[in-house]
């Protein structure tokens, strides 16, 4: 021993204590040593300094050995007590050890004192580590405990085959049940053992037997726990594998009652139902709008006009010639009112194309397209797999204002020197395409978010409300492609 054994002696004979202290220092020991004789002599020595081992004498007169020992247990200490007497006999010894004492010295074997002394303390430090160890268990078990019992969400901990292992307090409330009344029972056959629709869920389907049990992670979003008290509620939930030597023996469940949040969805959904109902019924309004005011342009202003010329021209006929500057004022009048009558006529084609309602979409498209060539230079290539498509008003309304919207676009940003228009039907579906070879379209532009993309979103906006998709494409100097797809259910006639 290097350090100094710090020793607190129990004995009544100097003259032992001295040959003990003489056969330890022998035996290679520093000590720091301290005699005490009585019981008041020992406590204050304890609350004075450590000690690393207590001898003591089997009987004293004021004090004993079994004195010694209580004294040390009441001090919370965990110090060896070594009892170096004379003979006492095997039953007393055996009772000495057996209330605590460590270790049995007779006084005229002290040879074994020093080897006895070394044992125990090694033994204390290690009981002490063993209790640090144990209280640094306890407080991380304390702290898990807390970590658990407080977490938002349920916490399930079940073995391989279901079984309970642990619980949170979060599980507890959202279950219904304690873990002592669910310990007994299997977790999924109890708590997750139905589908959302309510149909009976089989370990073989259940994905935390299917997956976890392989040592994968599931995450599941959309799938029912079974309170106590027999109802469902939908949850989410994350099970993760316990491996021990490469085979899974547990899995920890956390889940959270999704409740309010698919009671918010099912209200997103319904307005989002509403809205798309209101802008449905607002594109038929203004549609029907569009074609009143187109049709009152063509049939009461288109005339009126088309008459005041009729009217202009008769007395153009009846001036004499020498009124010229009459005469010149007339045919003034009468080119503004040719002009007029275009743009009337103009204006009540963009509004409601007449040839869309009387001759069908593909003479309207035709019509547009070749108007629109013309008025742009533009080269336009056409191709339709028919020359009459039997479709639903909406359809055709929807086909032919996206058309329109995309060759308005064209015109104004793309740059382009061509333009392909394609009209085909399919299976099940219309397909309308629109192509060029312009500067394409920045990239805000096809996310539909700004400002200047409103028509591009009511592009989107009219598909969509048909059950139909539309998707654009375009990069820097390499064209935009616009490609609209809608569903129908009329059966189309044989050209």
Not at 292 to 302: F, T, Y
Not at 363 to 368: D, F, L, N, P, S
Request: aromatic residues 4%.
């Amino acid at each position: 021993m290097q350090a100094p054994l710090r020793l607190l002696h129990v004995e009544d004979s100097a003259d032992d204590a001295v040959l003990l202290c003489a056969e330890l220092e022998a035996a290679g020991c520093h000590l720091h040593y301290l005699r005490v004789e009585t019981a008041s002599e020992m406590a204050a020595a304890l609350a004075s300094e450590q000690w690393d081992v207590v001898l003591s004498d089997f009987n004293l007169p004021e004090f004993d050995a079994y004195g010694a020992l209580q004294q040390l247990k009441d001090s919370g200490r965990d110090i060896p007590l070594i009892v170096v007497s004379g003979f006492i006999g095997e039953m007393k010894a055996a009772a000495l050890m057996k209330a605590g004492v460590q270790d049995y010295v007779m006084k005229d074997k002290l040879a074994r004192l020093a080897p006895a002394i070394e044992r125990e303390i090694k033994e204390a430090a290690s009981r002490e580590q063993r209790r640090q160890a144990d209280q640094a268990l306890a407080a991380n078990r304390k702290l898990l405990e807390n970590i658990t019992q407080s977490l938002g969400e349920g916490l399930l901990v079940q073995d391989d085959n279901s079984c309970l292992l642990m619980m949170n307090a979060e599980a507890e409330r959202l279950l219904g049940w304690t873990q002592a009344e669910l310990a007994s029972r299997s977790v999924h056959d109890t708590v997750h053992c139905r589908n959302p629709d309510g149909t009976p869920l089989s370990r073989e389907e259940c994905a935390i037997f299917r997956r976890v049990l392989k040592g994968e992670v599931c995450r599941v979003d959309d799938e029912v726990l079974v309170r106590k008290d027999g109802t469902a509620f939908p949850v989410t939930y994350v099970a993760t594998p316990i491996v021990e030597d490469g085979r899974v023996v547990g899995t920890v469940t956390a889940f959270q009652d999704i409740t309010e949040r698919k009671r918010d969805e099912h209200a997103l959904q319904e307005s989002r139902r509403q809205l798309q109902e209101l802008s449905a019924y607002l594109q038929q309004v203004r549609e029907d709008e569009r074609a009143r005011i187109a049709r009152e342009l063509h049939d009461e202003l288109g005339q009126a006009l088309t008459a005041l010329r009729i009217d202009l021209l008769w007395l153009d006929g009846k001036l004499p010639a020498a009124e010229k500057k009459i005469g010149d004022k007339l045919a003034a009048m009468r080119a503004l009112l040719d002009k007029t009558v275009d743009d009337v006529r103009r204006i009540s084609e963009d509004l409601r194309p007449g040839m869309l309602d009387d001759l069908g979409l593909a003479a309207a498209i035709e019509y547009h397209v070749a108007k629109f060539a013309e008025q742009t230079g533009i080269t336009c290539e056409l191709t339709m797999s028919r020359d009459h498509y039997d479709l639903d008003d909406q359809t055709t309304t929807t086909l032919f204002r996206v058309l329109q919207e995309s060759l308005t676009n064209v015109a104004r940003h793309a740059g382009a020197g061509k333009v392909t228009v394609r009209l085909q039907d399919l299976a099940d579906e219309m397909l309308l395409i629109v192509k060029d070879d312009g500067r394409g379209l920045p990239a805000p532009a096809l996310g539909t978010a700004k400002k200047k993309t409103y028509g591009l979103l009511g592009m989107h906006e009219r598909v969509k409300l048909l059950g139909g998709s539309l998707h654009i494409t375009s990069a820097p100097r390499k064209g935009t492609r616009i490609e609209a797809s809608l569903p129908f259910n009329a059966r189309m006639q044989t050209p």
